[in-house]
C-alpha cells in the first residue's frame, strides 16, 4: 500500500477529485500531515469519516525505524530501517544558522566512485518520496526541533532517482508541507548531465553542487567512473548552460585525497577549469574508512591548496568538520550494518 507521504500536494488534490470529493481535502489533509504532525488517520477529525475510511483503504501513514544513533560535537547520524529490512543514513549537523539534515535518496550507490563507502555497496534500489520525507519528520520529532536546510547528499546519487527526488523537493518546499524554502535545499549530483539539463528547468531555486573532486579527466577517470560516460568538458558545458538559464551559483565539490588530486598542479588545474564561471568551490578534507584505501591529505597541503584558489579569486571555502569521534564517511554505517 502506498504511504500517503509518497503524495505531492497536486497529487492530493488529484486524488480527492477522482473519488468524487473537493480537492480542498488535500489542504486538510497536508495540514494534519505536517501542520498537527498525526500518525494515525483517525486524528482526521475535520474529514468525513467516509472519506477517511476511503483514505485508509488507499494509502498507509507509514514510519521507518531508527534502529541506531551516533552522535558527536554537533552532529548526529542515523542508521534508519526501512520496511523491507534495508538500511539507510541520514546525518544532523548543527550550524549556527540552524540545522541541517544530509538524507539518503537510494539504497546503495551505482556510481562506482572511488573513494566512497556508498558506492562501494551497489545499488539495491531508489527510494520513493515518502522515504525521505520521513527521513525529515522522524528526526524532527526526535530532537524536538525543525530542520532549516537539507542536503540531498547521502547515500545514493540524487539524480539516478530523479523523479522521486523532486517529488521529495515539492513535498518539503510546499506552504502547506515542511515549508523548507528552495534556497535551503541543496541536490548533489556527480554529473548525471541530461538530468542537470532538465533540471535547469525546474521552477525551483533550489541550490545545485557538483562533486568534482578533480580537474582533468586523468584524475577524474580514475576516481569517478561516471567521468568517462560524461567527461569534464562535457560537464562543464552543462554546467554553464545551468548557470545562464537559472542565474543560479554552482557549488563544486572537492574531496581532498593524498597524492591523488592535492598537488599544487590540481589547484592550477581546478582554477584554470573553473574561470569565469559563477560558483565556489568547497573543500572536503577526507573521511577515511577501513575498507578503502584513500588517505586525507595533510592539513598543510589542504591549506596550500586553499590558497592557490583564493588568490585566484575563486570563492573557496573548506568544509568545516563534523563526526570525527563517529562513522563519518557517507554510507559508514550502513556498510557496517551490511557486514554484520
Same mark, same amino acid.
Given at each position: 500500500?502506498?504511504?500517503?507521504? +509518497?503524495?505531492?500536494?497536486?497529487?492530493?488534490?488529484?486524488?480527492? #477529485?477522482?473519488?468524487?470529493?473537493?480537492? *480542498?481535502?488535500?489542504?486538510?489533509?497536508?495540514?494534519?500531515?505536517?501542520?498537527?504532525?498525526?500518525?494515525?488517520?483517525?486524528?482526521?477529525?475535520?474529514?468525513?469519516?467516509?472519506?477517511?475510511?476511503?483514505?485508509? #483503504?488507499?494509502?498507509?501513514? =507509514?514510519?521507518?525505524?531508527?534502529?541506531?544513533?551516533?552522535?558527536?560535537?554537533?552532529?548526529?547520524?542515523?542508521?534508519?530501517?526501512?520496511?523491507?529490512?534495508?538500511?539507510?543514513?541520514? !546525518?544532523?549537523?548543527?550550524?549556527? *544558522?540552524?540545522?541541517?539534515?544530509?538524507?539518503?535518496?537510494?539504497? @546503495? $550507490?551505482?556510481?562506482? $566512485?572511488?573513494?566512497?563507502?556508498?558506492?562501494?555497496?551497489?545499488?539495491?534500489?531508489?527510494?520513493?518520496?515518502?522515504?525521505? !520525507?520521513?527521513?525529515?519528520?522522524?528526526?524532527?520529532?526526535?530532537?524536538?526541533?525543525?530542520?532549516?536546510?537539507?542536503?540531498?547528499?547521502?547515500?545514493?546519487?540524487?539524480?539516478?532517482?530523479?523523479? %522521486? !527526488?523532486? /517529488?521529495? !523537493?515539492?513535498?518539503? =518546499?510546499?506552504?502547506?508541507?515542511?515549508?523548507?524554502?528552495?534556497?535551503?535545499?541543496?541536490?548533489?549530483?556527480?554529473?548525471?548531465?541530461?538530468?542537470?539539463?532538465?533540471?535547469?528547468?525546474?521552477?525551483?531555486?533550489?541550490?545545485?553542487?557538483?562533486?568534482?573532486?578533480?580537474?582533468?579527466?586523468?584524475?577524474?577517470?580514475?576516481?569517478?567512473?561516471?567521468?568517462?560516460?560524461?567527461?569534464?568538458?562535457?560537464?562543464?558545458?552543462?554546467?554553464?548552460?545551468?548557470?545562464?538559464?537559472? +542565474?543560479?551559483?554552482?557549488?563544486?565539490?572537492?574531496?581532498?585525497?593524498?597524492?591523488?588530486?592535492?598537488?599544487?598542479?590540481?589547484?592550477? %588545474?581546478?582554477?584554470?577549469?573553473? /574561470? &569565469?564561471? %559563477?560558483?565556489?568551490? %568547497?573543500?572536503?578534507?577526507?573521511?577515511?574508512? +577501513?575498507?578503502? @584505501?584513500?588517505?586525507?591529505?595533510?592539513?598543510?597541503?589542504?591549506?596550500?591548496?586553499?590558497?592557490?584558489?583564493?588568490?585566484?579569486?575563486?570563492?573557496?571555502?573548506?568544509?568545516?568538520?563534523? &563526526?570525527?569521534?563517529?562513522?563519518?564517511? $557517507? &554510507?559508514?554505517?550502513?556498510?557496517?550494518? #551490511?557486514?554484520?
Amino acid at each position: 500500500m502506498e504511504s500517503i507521504y +509518497n503524495k505531492s500536494f497536486s497529487d492530493l488534490e488529484e486524488y480527492f #477529485e477522482s473519488i468524487g470529493e473537493k480537492k *480542498y481535502k488535500a489542504s486538510q489533509v497536508y495540514e494534519w500531515l505536517y501542520g498537527k504532525r498525526v500518525e494515525s488517520f483517525d486524528e482526521f477529525t475535520n474529514v468525513k469519516k467516509d472519506v477517511v475510511a476511503k483514505i485508509k #483503504e488507499d494509502f498507509s501513514i =507509514n514510519r521507518l525505524v531508527i534502529e541506531q544513533v551516533e552522535k558527536d560535537v554537533e552532529v548526529h547520524k542515523y542508521l534508519f530501517e526501512l520496511p523491507d529490512g534495508n538500511h539507510i543514513e541520514a !546525518v544532523l549537523m548543527m550550524h549556527d *544558522y540552524g540545522k541541517s539534515l544530509c538524507i539518503s535518496s537510494q539504497v @546503495g $550507490c551505482n556510481m562506482g $566512485c572511488k573513494f566512497c563507502e556508498s558506492g562501494r555497496l551497489k545499488k539495491v534500489r531508489n527510494l520513493d518520496a515518502s522515504e525521505m !520525507v520521513l527521513q525529515v519528520l522522524q528526526i524532527e520529532k526526535e530532537i524536538n526541533d525543525r530542520i532549516s536546510h537539507i542536503v540531498i547528499m547521502g547515500i545514493g546519487e540524487p539524480f539516478d532517482n530523479y523523479d %522521486n !527526488v523532486i /517529488k521529495f !523537493v515539492e513535498i518539503v =518546499n510546499h506552504a502547506k508541507g515542511l515549508q523548507i524554502g528552495s534556497r535551503h535545499i541543496t541536490i548533489s549530483t556527480c554529473g548525471l548531465v541530461p538530468k542537470i539539463k532538465e533540471f535547469s528547468s525546474l521552477p525551483y531555486q533550489v541550490n545545485l553542487a557538483i562533486s568534482l573532486h578533480a580537474a582533468t579527466n586523468e584524475v577524474r577517470n580514475k576516481i569517478m567512473p561516471i567521468n568517462k560516460v560524461y567527461p569534464i568538458e562535457t560537464l562543464i558545458e552543462s554546467i554553464k548552460e545551468y548557470i545562464n538559464k537559472t +542565474n543560479r551559483r554552482v557549488t563544486f565539490e572537492y574531496i581532498m585525497l593524498e597524492g591523488i588530486n592535492d598537488s599544487k598542479e590540481d589547484a592550477i %588545474n581546478l582554477c584554470n577549469l573553473l /574561470k &569565469g564561471i %559563477n560558483c565556489y568551490v %568547497n573543500i572536503i578534507p577526507y573521511n577515511e574508512t +577501513n575498507n578503502i @584505501g584513500f588517505k586525507r591529505s595533510k592539513k598543510d597541503t589542504i591549506l596550500q591548496f586553499y590558497d592557490i584558489i583564493k588568490r585566484r579569486n575563486i570563492q573557496v571555502t573548506i568544509r568545516r568538520e563534523f &563526526g570525527s569521534n563517529i562513522s563519518a564517511a $557517507c &554510507g559508514q554505517l550502513r556498510a557496517k550494518k #551490511e557486514s554484520e
